[in-house]
């Protein structure tokens, strides 16, 4: 079974000429018959299964712990601290 270019990209949710560009980067093979351009379905199948990524939870960001006021700060007068 073969696929149109227009047919593929319908499938893929794509343009017609991302899958002409697939096509011209070697990504997705395809056959020249009677002139027309026509993508195998295993072809199609193969690219579809290549391109899949692999979604990663990302790590967890530990915030630094708060750092003490400054002696002699402005905040630390109105935390109750001594000034000196």
């Given amino acids: 079974m073969f696929l149109r270019p227009a047919e593929a990209a319908a499938l893929a949710c794509l343009s017609t000429r991302a899958i002409y560009r697939a096509i011209d980067r070697g990504e997705l093979r395809a056959v020249r018959l009677c002139s027309r351009l026509r993508i195998p379905r295993d072809a199609f199948e193969a690219w579809i299964a290549s391109s899949a990524?692999?979604?990663?939870?990302?790590?967890?960001?530990?915030?630094?712990?708060?750092?003490?006021?400054?002696?002699?700060?402005f905040r630390r007068l109105f935390d109750g601290g001594s000034a000196s």
């Fill in 53 to 73: 990524v692999r979604c990663e939870r990302p790590d967890v960001v530990v915030p630094p712990p708060a750092l003490p006021p400054v002696r002699g700060s």
